[in-house]
């Protein structure tokens, strides 16, 4: 075989066996390869295996100096669109100020959304690239972003358009997902917004492509399920696939409908409890937990560990947003799985690659195999450990996308 | 007034008021100056106020661009002495393997303090500057670091010896403690170690000047009251300041015994109760408590609210470590102050900086004021709350120690 690019003195090359979404056990059993090489052609992996089993030639030689290497990140549930701050609702929320007052001030998610209906499209890219690039700097090298924030069908399609147009400006690949979030707040007009989502948003945003996946937040306090059912069903005709925020806060049923429409994920899942863990490993989705959201709110820990155990596959994303996830590292929410919703390394490392593209329909990125796209991370140590215990700083050295060295 | 530098063009400048500890309300009473000037000469605070009441001129003037400056973040407890790493036993732990098992398996501490013993100075400080690099870069000016798993008499001398190597190779100012960490396993020896580190490494290190302060962890795993206040009168005899670890695990009386030996701070605290709470507050100790700690062990936060509350100064540090804390930024350790010791964001602010300096005894850090030192952070956005609300990433744009730009 004849490689562009062979890398070399790689400690260990760690990476997710398999195709697809990884399940229970599977989850842990990682290859991990000790003496390694990778050989990069157009942007793919050309193979990988034991350095002193390459037989080919290359007309690149990188040598990386006995460090380990792993598949890049990817971070499959975000909200990197927004604007102006939350930082106020922070240190309000910090002195005990409940939330409902919060709403009641000006502030919460309403005032997100005011601020990202009402900002130019300059505004909309520059802070999404911005946090979008935070993310990229820990790790991540395929990033789903949603809309969401900006509520009427205009804003929703500026949001769309402002991650399209965020795309080309970072080396990461950018997954977008239109979000259905937050139900008008007088009721009466419930049934238009869901005429306005079914009717033309969403196919406007399929004859546009400006999504893969159409995503509802169903919970007591957004969006009911025969609400839910509706958005569903017209993700379904516009021929998208969906996914889903359930079990937040309340298991009302929410996990069920998804999988009944086939989810590619369904994220959140604190309050999922043994039906819904058991209804889950029976199907082809993924679950996302969002440990940070446990840390920054001190609320509960999706049950990640009682998930794999049931034979889920699990994924872990950021949900970077700013009222309940200030979490500017993909890398952070990987380690952090282990610390808040008991997962081991193997598993961690998992679901932060092969079972995070997976909730995004993703099967040519987080895993290390022959034809996968080549976005790896050259890991600051010769132990590819580092990745998941290290808290706060940067155990990433060097970051390649589809080959290219990007940091 | 005429000054080196003029900084100008600060949206805010957030500093702790006062001088020394801030104890319970003084803490979140910081002073927030909008469009703030800063005046620096010989790499001093010359002069701090709204940038329209300046007077003076500069040599120099440096435009901020509309960003908020904070004082420069004082990291007051590290363990970033030491050789090899822990990731097996991480790993061990994150599969519910009880410590003393690690430990039977030769992991643990003992582990730690076998290779740090046996390793060449030059690995000691080469990992030393990495580690403390990575605490710069979040954000720290001010660093302490503790030896303390050499052991023995050479091994401790070895790792003091580190740290001063360190000093000179990192821009942050670095703070040497003595720490006396784990009593021989065979109780038999524990009298002659006692009467080694009292006899010979305090004097010793008193004599070289290697540290500027004797920490001894007091728990029933470690060393008894008996032993601590045998430490404490040899450092009291040797001239040099206390501090312990305290209430790690159980409130043995630790604490109290370091308040009476006056120290500097008691570290810890996550098993203090009321008695511990009301003892602090009437002494002039500074409470260290390490949420980074809680977070990776999954153990009990120290009580930072309710000792605010009852009128203690607290300072927050990473205990950067690689069994308990693999803790490698100083910003996230305050950012975990608010999420898992209940502190608000200006109370997180004064127990990174003034109260962390108190903690090390240091009274020119830890505030922006006439005669302090030129240590200040530049944060990424108008608004220094910022500081405290991010978790991940990295909210520093700039740095600057004693006056000199370093990052």
Same mark, same amino acid.
């Given at each position: 075989m004849h490689a562009e690019q062979l890398f070399t003195g790689i400690s260990q090359l760690a990476t997710p066996r398999g195709r697809f979404a990884l399940r229970g056990p599977a989850m842990r059993e990682i290859d991990v390869i000790p003496g390694a090489a990778l050989a990069v052609t157009d942007g793919r992996v050309a193979w990988v295996g034991p350095a002193d089993s390459w037989r080919g030639t290359s007309d690149v030689i990188t040598e990386l100096g006995g460090r380990a290497v792993v598949p890049g990140i990817v971070d499959?549930?975000?909200?990197?669109v927004w604007a102006g701050d939350r930082l106020a609702d922070f240190e309000a929320r910090c002195a005990g100020v409940p939330y409902e007052e919060i709403l009641a001030r000006g502030g919460g998610i309403r005032r997100t959304m005011r601020l990202t209906a009402a900002a130019p499209m300059e505004e909309l890219v520059a802070g999404a690239e911005r946090r979008l690039r935070a993310l990229i700097q820990s790790g991540a090298t395929t990033i789903e972003v949603k809309s969401g924030?900006?509520?009427?069908y205009e804003a929703e399609l500026a949001s769309l358009e402002a991650i399209a147009a965020v795309t080309p400006l970072v080396p990461a690949r950018i997954i977008p997902t239109l979000l259905v979030h937050v139900p008008p707040r007088?009721?009466?007009?419930r049934d238009a917004y869901i005429t306005m989502a079914t009717e033309q948003l969403i196919p406007e945003v399929a004859r546009r492509r400006l999504a893969r996946a159409v995503d509802v937040f169903i919970e007591r306090e957004a969006f009911s399920l025969a609400e839910a059912r509706a958005i569903f069903e017209a993700a379904r005709d516009a021929g998208l696939p969906v996914k889903a925020h359930v079990d937040?806060?309340?298991?009302?049923g929410g996990l069920e409908l998804a999988l009944e429409f086939g989810a590619i994920s369904v994220d959140? /899942?604190?309050?999922? &409890?043994a039906p819904q863990i058991q209804a889950l490993a029976a199907s082809s989705a993924v679950g996302v937990i969002l440990p940070g959201v446990t840390i920054h709110l001190g609320v509960n820990a999706a049950p990640g560990r009682a998930m794999i155990d049931a034979g889920c596959a699990v994924a872990v994303a950021t949900?970077?947003?700013? &009222?309940s996830a200030p979490i500017f590292s993909s890398q952070l929410a990987m380690a952090l799985a282990v610390r808040v919703?008991? /997962?081991i390394p193997a598993e961690a490392l998992t679901a932060a690659t092969a079972n995070a593209a997976a909730a995004l329909? /993703?099967?040519?990125?987080g895993r290390l195999a022959?034809?996968?796209?080549?976005d790896f991370l050259v890991v600051?140590?010769?132990?590819?450990r580092t990745m998941v215990y290290t /808290? &706060? &700083?940067?155990?990433?050295a060097e970051m390649y996308i589809a080959g290219v060295r990007v940091t």
């Open positions: 499959p549930h975000t909200h990197a924030y900006g509520g009427t007088d009721t009466a007009e937040q806060f309340h298991a009302i959140h /899942l604190e309050a999922s &409890g949900d970077l947003n700013p &009222g919703n008991e /997962l329909g /993703l099967d040519d990125v022959e034809g996968q796209r080549a600051d140590g010769e132990d590819w /808290l &706060g &700083g940067s155990p990433v």
